[in-house]
């Protein structure tokens, strides 16, 4: 899913894809920050101590590169809890009754995150006291006194209260009450439910939940588990993360850490490193403990980055900092072991974006901006501005300011190396054409606009006519060509001139060379011979798959086919000799049973390993780098189902199925219902995986029913953003009955035809053309 934001400049969520965050198509490393305050500057009513600072931090953030920011959502409680003051306003003031007003500044830094394309991670609550948390939640339900709320806990009566809040059941229900309050809130200024939001990267179940006690290990498990399938259940587009610090909050327990990460609805580990907290220097002797804590971070790091690459998820380190030199909290104190430290970790980040590894972001705690400490004063009181330390903590203890120049100095030298502001898309083959990358990320702009009208064969042969220059049965109804072409490779591989259809090769490379030459989009199926037996596709003896992987009795014989592909493919080319784009649908309708390679024939796996090979062979050793791969299906029930002999993301660039009409639409709704139900599927998938959808064939055969177009199709597929329909080829009268799929003149649903190309949402040639699809940026 596409966003536009305000400056014009298309935004999209962050996705997971292997090891790695994903956004815009490429891999997302990110610098970001803590700014836990950004959601209430918003509520400040001096704008220029809410409002006009926001802005001013976010574009300097921005500026220097830090473009990733985690912000606290909302506050439980009021007044002192063990024994501090806590952040105020609440957004929760009592159990159960929400003030939905304190929202309004996360709706304000949500519009100014989009306007600058930041993202933010949101922690949804708080295992410590300075924002209420879970030991509000515990004193609301009757698990710890009033008395004691008030006064300082010490370690091990904080350890075990908190540790009850796992297991208490109406804790756990009072806090899922504010999580789906503010999940399911839609933007009071943008009018955008949060779940659509792009600025939004991450939901966070809390900041820094730990089980507290071993003892509570199981019960912890369960509400992680819990809390990420419910936020997944109502928010497919966002990704949800724990929180956690790692090891150190789990009494040095990885296997606890692994167990908790490798949930299928946690989609990224986080860990956080505190050497003040942790005692790994004295306050004393900072400068003199640096090599200790310099060590002790790399070690803490690289620990946790083994368990992510087991895990195959992108890794966080999302809090770590150091005081000012000699334990300052003085502003215009000098940063020089805060900072050595700052490089240590950036290099680790650096040197992982270098070698596409798991370590994907970084934000350092915490911004403060504008704000600065009140001299004398070493706690936050009500009034104070806002920085980067919570109330509870030495003000300036953590915080970097704007004015710190040497640690901006050094961030910015690497934010800076590569520019992360680029929002092209590359598809799955990096070495595409310029003009394959453009076609590419036209196709998504174009999803906003309309749906691409498309039709096999169309400009070789219609009902009762072949190879007519310039013809087209679509053309003859509507005064307009199609904007995808759709062609059949079959019977190349066996040296023929001609495909199974019997279109001449050399008459086929013009066709697609005039639908190139209109901005039109070609795409191409491959019905290969049988090759074991030697029969047509349609042959489900098995072994076929297996035979002709490596090692198989057909793999050379395969090799030669290919390059007979490959051949063709690298002979379509344009006026000034550039490759053509071809939309490429090998071992198409994959979860049917008539071809040598669906389900009934060949293990997923060797499907998998098809796909694989053939796709690389054609790129390696072939150097064809003009194609964006489609994988299309047949019938399926669900995700899972679809998703079967999904040979990987690096592998494909558009997500397709077919089906077709049978029977009568007035009398059997089927057909509709059961399109739109996997149309919704089909682009939900698109959306995770970030890849186009098509609906790659479909039909009525003959078109008898008056109003197919307008009243059966369209309504199925208006509802979703998919990048083009294809309907199947014109054969005419073919072995003594009619066979075509888009009307001719006189026929019954002519009329309706011309309605359905009238709507503003249908896409044929004219429309297309003027997007300039394989021109950067197109028609923008």
Same mark, same amino acid.
């Given at each position: 899913?596409?966003?536009?934001? @305000? ?25 970001? +920050?803590?700014?836990? =305050? ?13 409002? #006009? ?101 010490? %370690? ?84 949800? +993360? ?6 150190? /909050? ?6 606890? =850490? ?51 690459? #087991? ?54 705690? /915490? ?7 009140? @001299? ?31 640690? %901006? ?206 796709? #690389? ?68 998938? @698109? ?21 197919? %177009?307008?009243?059966?199709? %369209? ?15 014109? /054969? ?9 799929? +888009? ?13 359905? =190309? ?23």
């Amino acid at each position: 899913m596409l966003f536009i934001t @305000a400056s014009g400049v298309a935004q999209q969520f962050v996705r997971v894809q292997n090891h790695q965050f994903m956004l815009d198509g490429k891999p997302y490393y990110y610098v970001g +920050t803590n700014y836990w =305050y950004g959601s209430y500057l918003g509520l400040q009513k001096d704008k220029k101590r809410g409002v #006009e600072r926001l802005q001013k931090e976010l574009d300097f953030l921005k500026t220097n590169g830090v473009v990733n920011l985690r912000v606290l959502v909302g506050v439980e409680g009021t007044g002192q809890i063990n024994g501090v003051q806590r952040v105020k306003p609440a957004l929760q003031p009592k159990k159960g009754v929400f003030d939905e007003t304190k929202l309004q500044g996360l709706d304000l830094l949500l519009q100014e995150l989009n306007k600058r394309n930041m993202k933010a991670v949101l922690f949804l609550s708080n295992n410590w006291e300075w924002s209420g948390g879970f030991l509000q939640y515990l004193n609301w339900n009757g698990q710890i006194a009033d008395s004691v709320m008030q006064r300082k806990l010490n %370690w091990d009566e904080l350890r075990d209260y908190t540790s009850k809040f796992y297991s208490c059941r109406p804790c756990k229900e009072s806090y899922l009450e504010q999580v789906r309050l503010v999940v399911n809130r839609t933007n009071k200024l943008t009018n955008r439910k949060y779940i659509n939001d792009p600025a939004i990267m991450a939901w966070e179940l809390g900041n820094e939940p730990r089980p507290m006690r071993p003892s509570a290990n199981e019960d912890y498990k369960n509400w992680i588990a819990n809390v990420a399938a419910y936020i997944k259940s109502v928010d497919r587009n966002h990704l949800v +993360t724990i929180g956690h610090e790692g090891s150190m /909050a789990t009494d040095g327990d990885m296997d606890l =850490y692994r167990t908790i990460h490798a949930n299928k609805n946690i989609d990224y580990a986080t860990i956080h490193i505190w050497p003040k907290n942790w005692g790994w220097f004295k306050e004393e002797t900072l400068e003199k403990d640096y090599p200790t804590v310099r060590k002790n971070t790399l070690d803490y790091l690289h620990k946790h980055i083994v368990v992510a690459t #087991e895990l195959q998820k992108p890794l966080v380190l999302e809090e770590f900092g150091l005081p000012r030199d000699h334990h300052s909290f003085d502003p215009t104190a000098s940063t020089k072991v805060r900072d050595n430290l700052y490089r240590t970790v950036l290099n680790e980040w650096q040197r992982n974006k270098e070698n596409n590894d798991v370590l994907a972001g970084l934000n350092f705690w /915490a911004f403060g901006g504008t704000a600065r400490p009140i @001299a004398g004063q070493t706690f936050w009181k009500d009034g104070d501005d806002y920085m980067g330390d919570p109330p509870m903590e030495e003000q300036g203890l953590n915080t970097v300011f704007d004015s710190d120049s040497s640690t %901006w100095k050094l961030i910015s030298s690497f934010t800076n190396r590569t520019s992360q502001a680029s929002t092209t898309k590359l598809p799955s083959d990096k070495k595409a054409t310029k003009e394959t990358v453009n076609l590419y990320n036209n196709l998504f702009r174009l999803l906003d606009k309309g749906i691409m009208f498309g039709h096999q064969d169309d400009l070789a042969y219609g009902v009762d006519w072949k190879y007519v220059p310039g013809k087209s049965d679509v053309k003859e109804v509507t005064g307009d060509y199609p904007a995808v072409y759709g062609w059949e490779l079959g019977d190349l591989e066996l040296g023929r001139k001609h495909n199974l259809d019997s279109v001449p090769f050399d008459a086929m490379k013009r066709f697609i060379k005039e639908g190139y030459a209109r901005g039109g989009v070609n795409t191409i199926s491959w019905h290969n011979a049988h090759p074991v037996t030697g029969k047509n596709s349609w042959d489900t003896t098995h072994g076929g798959v297996a035979a002709v992987l490596p090692g198989g009795s057909k793999h050379e014989l395969y090799k030669q086919w290919l390059d007979k592909l490959a051949a063709f493919m690298l002979s379509l080319k344009g006026d000034k000799g550039e490759y053509i784009p071809v939309l490429f649908r090998p071992y198409h309708e994959l979860t049917g049973n008539w071809f040598w390679w669906t389900k009934n024939t060949c293990t997923p796996d060797e499907f998998k390993r098809l796909w694989i090979f053939t796709y #690389e062979y054609l790129q390696k050793n072939k150097g064809v780098h003009n194609l964006l791969y489609l994988y299309n299906t047949a019938d399926f029930k669900d995700k899972e189902d679809f998703l079967e002999r999904y040979p990987g993301d690096e592998y494909v660039d558009m997500v397709s199925f077919d089906t077709y009409q049978f029977g009568d639409p007035i009398k059997d709704t089927r057909f509709a219902k059961s399109l739109d139900q996997r149309l919704g599927i089909l682009t939900e998938i @698109a959306s995770e995986k970030d890849k186009l959808p098509a609906l790659a064939e479909t039909g009525f055969e003959a078109t008898p029913y008056a109003q197919w %177009w307008t009243k059966t199709l %369209w309504p199925a597929v208006a509802n979703h953003k998919i990048s083009y329909i294809l309907l199947w080829r014109n /054969a005419g009268l073919h072995n003594g009955k009619w066979h075509y799929y +888009t009307p001719k003149r006189g026929d019954v649903s002519e009329e309706d035809f011309k309605r359905f =190309y009238n709507n503003p949402k249908t896409l044929f040639q004219k429309e297309v053309s003027k997007e300039k699809l394989y021109s950067k940026n197109g028609n923008q």
